[in-house]
């Protein structure tokens, strides 16, 4: 497609972000080329869920990923899957509303599990949108194989999903769009150092929908040692309140004075 041709190349480790993190990446890679793993194991991982989307209907999602404790991992964070997701995707079974009806976006989306639930919960619109190019091709490739009509868009009974280049922060998130807001941004495991959460929650300001957008980020794991408590004050920061309903979900809306500016 031709917004894939147009996207630039990045990539998200462990330990930070961007282009020259993958530089130095692929220069280590060079000089392991003379090397050969003689008990090298095949990578690939296949990650299956049922999703439940109403009393009567399921419908099994299989994502194609690597192992966790593969290289492609530890190069690209958002090629294999993280705790945090399922309990994202669990949350919104659970809590359909945040979705059914909803223009959705989704940060950091990886191999698409909570996007593709969300979608199936019947998003109005759903985004899902990573930096990582690793990553939004496996991304695409799980839309195409677990949504009806085979393409990076596709519709079921339900509008488009659709797989998106989104780098945090401007000015990136300009460029992203300028005018649409979303009524329902999701984000698993998607903080991993401290210099990530500024980013992050400048983007969710600029993109959620006012008075009543709500931002619902699911944590499992701490990274680099970011504890919950500079995320929220992040977000208060940003004049979004944290409510926190479920173990390691945290949901971030407008608070009342900034709800009144906009009503």
């Known amino acids: 497609m031709e917004m894939e041709d147009k996207e630039q190349p990045w990539i998200e480790s462990p330990n930070g972000w961007g282009a020259q993190d993958e530089q130095e990446k692929d220069n280590d890679n ?104 690793q990553t939004l091709q496996k991304m695409r490739e799980n839309v195409r194989q677990n949504c009806p009509l085979g393409d990076v868009i596709t519709t079921t009974n339900n509008p488009a999903i659709d797989c998106r280049q989104l780098m945090w922060g401007s000015p990136h998130m300009e460029k992203f769009s300028e005018h649409e807001k979303y009524d329902t941004i999701l984000g698993a495991d998607v903080i991993y150092t401290h210099g990530s959460i500024q980013p992050l929650f400048d983007t969710v300001a600029f993109l959620l929908m006012k008075p009543h957008g709500i931002f619902i980020l699911s944590r499992y794991t701490k990274w680099n040692g970011v504890d919950d408590a500079v995320v929220i004050e992040a977000a208060k920061s940003r004049c979004l309140d944290c409510d926190r309903t479920s173990e390691g979900i945290f949901l971030f809306r407008w608070n009342e004075n900034e709800s009144k500016r906009s009503g």
């Open 30 to 133: 060079d000089n392991d080329d003379s090397l050969i793993d003689l008990f090298e194991t095949d990578p690939n991982e296949d990650f299956a869920f049922h999703i439940r989307i109403n009393p009567n209907t399921t419908k099994t999602i299989c994502l194609r990923g690597f192992k966790l404790d593969s290289e492609q991992t530890d190069r690209s964070t958002g090629v294999t899957l993280w705790k945090a997701s399922p309990r994202l995707a669990k949350y919104l079974q659970e809590n359909s509303v945040v979705c059914k009806g909803k223009s959705v976006l989704e940060l950091g989306a990886g191999l698409g599990l909570c996007g593709i639930t969300a979608h199936y919960l019947g998003a109005k619109s759903m985004l899902m949108t990573d930096a990582d190019t």
